[in-house]
Each structure stands twice: as structure tokens, then as C-alpha cells.
């Protein structure tokens, strides 16, 4: 097998796959982000991130409809971009794994919501729904299928969480 297929290091993910499996099917990671709402200017929230090689700040804005400066991307940008591309690395290690090697493989998003509940109380959902369009030179329905129940974005959006929100 090669060592990299769909830009999947087949290496690193058989190494993560033998400490998953020795370890009864469990990896427990965790993720934190410390950030700041600016009270005045742009941009409205600013955020450290990191990543294993670096660290970078990400600014959001929220849109003016909703009083914002609407100079950076806007929160659900970085939601969407969040699960796209999660889901879009998944497709790609499914694939890898089963030995499927692409030439294309592109995303599309489509958030569709409602900001009434944001400016107005109400019990109206905010969310209505999010379509993701999948663009591949290859038959994928298998790999897609796989990928909707192994992505963590897809999964934190598509299962009640566990969350705890408290003033410090």
C-alpha cells in the first residue's frame, strides 16, 4: 500500500489505528480555545488556535444585520468550515483506507437558518438544515455513508451534547 493516498499519511493512520485497537477501541482527545470578545472594533471575537506545528489567531465578525462590524467571517462561516472540512478529511481517510484513489474530491455547504430566535425570544429552531454536496471522480455513496457516521463535526452537530455553559 502506499505510504500516501488522497493526502492521508497510510503510515501515521495504521499507527493511530494499532494504539486504537490496543487500546479497546478508545482515543480520547481534547480540544481548548481561549478567546475574547472585543467590545469595540473589528474583529467582535478574536481566538488563539493551534494546531500541532503552529499557532495563529482567527478573528469573527458577526453580519450587520445582526449588529456587527461584518468585516471577518461570521461565526456560522467558521462552523460550516469547521464540519466541511472535517468531513471532507474523513472522506478522504475512508477512501484511503478502503485503497480509493481520487483526482477530485470537492464540498459544498448549504446552512440554512432562521435569525429571528437570535434578536427576538422565541422557541423557533435556529437551525433549519445543512446540506453538504459532494463533487468526486469516483462512485463514493459507500465512502460518504462511512464518512456521515465517523466525522466528530458531523456527529457534534447531529447529536445532543453534553454542555455546560458558567460564568467564572
Same mark, same amino acid.
Given at each position: 500500500m502506499a505510504d500516501i ?6 503510515v501515521?493512520?495504521e $499507527?493511530t489505528e494499532?494504539?486504537?485497537?490496543? !487500546?479497546?477501541?478508545?482515543l480520547f482527545?481534547e480540544?481548548? %480555545?481561549?478567546? *475574547? ?9 478574536t /481566538? *488563539?488556535?493551534?494546531? *500541532?506545528k503552529a499557532?495563529? %489567531?482567527?478573528g ?6 445582526l449588529g +456587527?462590524?461584518? &468585516?471577518?467571517?461570521t461565526p ?5 468550515? +469547521?464540519?466541511m ?11 484511503a $483506507?478502503?485503497?480509493i &484513489?481520487l483526482k #477530485? @474530491?470537492?464540498?459544498k ?5 432562521? %435569525?429571528?430566535?437570535v434578536?427576538? =425570544?422565541?422557541?423557533?429552531?435556529i437551525?433549519? !438544515?445543512? #446540506?453538504? =454536496?459532494?463533487? /468526486?471522480d469516483?462512485?463514493? #455513496?459507500?465512502?460518504? =455513508? ?6 466528530p463535526? @458531523?456527529?457534534?452537530i ?5 454542555? *455546560? %455553559?458558567?460564568q &467564572?
Open positions: 493516498i488522497d493526502n492521508i499519511n497510510m501515521e493512520l $499507527k494499532n494504539k486504537i485497537k490496543s !487500546s479497546g477501541g478508545h482527545v480540544k481548548h %480555545i481561549n478567546g *475574547e470578545f472585543n467590545l469595540s472594533g473589528s474583529p467582535m471575537f /481566538a *488563539e488556535l493551534g494546531s *500541532e499557532k495563529f %489567531i482567527l469573527a465578525d458577526e453580519p450587520g444585520i +456587527g462590524q461584518g &468585516v471577518h467571517a456560522l462561516n467558521y462552523l460550516m468550515m +469547521g464540519v472540512s472535517c468531513f471532507a478529511s474523513t472522506v478522504a481517510i475512508q477512501a $483506507k478502503r485503497g &484513489v #477530485k @474530491l470537492k464540498f455547504g448549504h446552512l440554512y437558518y432562521d %435569525i429571528g430566535p434578536v427576538v =425570544e422565541s422557541d423557533f429552531p437551525i433549519k !438544515s445543512l #446540506k453538504i =454536496e459532494v463533487e /468526486a469516483q462512485d463514493i #455513496k459507500v465512502v460518504l =455513508e462511512h464518512s456521515r457516521k465517523a466525522c463535526a @458531523l456527529y457534534a447531529m447529536n445532543p451534547i453534553p454542555t *455546560e %455553559i458558567s &467564572v
